[in-house]
């Protein structure tokens, strides 16, 4: 069964950075879409970035981008968001995801496998 386990959230006041890490078990990081989401309260789940399979390119939502940097460790099977200039809106919970297929990597409905997730909390 696919586990995925995310780690590093935590309170920052604004301007700070945080790296959270996905590690995965019994799914092969870089074998399909892998993306950040995140949800806070009162609101839908968002994408955040996604990171394309073939290639390893990142894709950003408008809203991070320039700030957040997304990045796979295929020796350690590990999904990292580097994220820097912490934003008070950018306090939600943040969920890793995987799927098995290689297409259409920005449509939350192709991810099959979702961790627990990890609180976010940035102050002003």
């Known amino acids: 069964q696919v586990q995925l386990v995310e780690s590093g959230g935590g309170s920052v006041q604004a301007g700070g950075s945080l790296r959270l890490s996905c590690s995965a078990s019994?799914?092969?990081?870089?074998?399909?879409?892998m993306g950040w989401f995140r949800q806070a309260p009162g609101k839908e789940r968002e994408r955040v970035a996604h990171i394309y399979p073939i290639s390893g390119a990142a894709s950003y939502s408008d809203s991070v981008k320039d700030r957040f940097t997304a990045s796979q460790d295929t020796a350690k099977n590990t999904l990292y968001l580097q994220m820097n200039s912490l934003k008070p809106e950018d306090t939600a919970i943040y969920y890793c995801?995987?799927?098995?297929?290689?297409?259409?990597?920005?449509?939350?409905?192709?991810?099959?496998?979702w961790g627990q997730g990890t609180q976010v909390t940035v102050s002003s």
């Open positions: 019994t799914y092969t990081v870089s074998s399909g879409c």
């Open positions: 995801a995987a799927g098995h297929t290689i297409y259409g990597c920005s449509d939350v409905s192709v991810y099959q496998y």
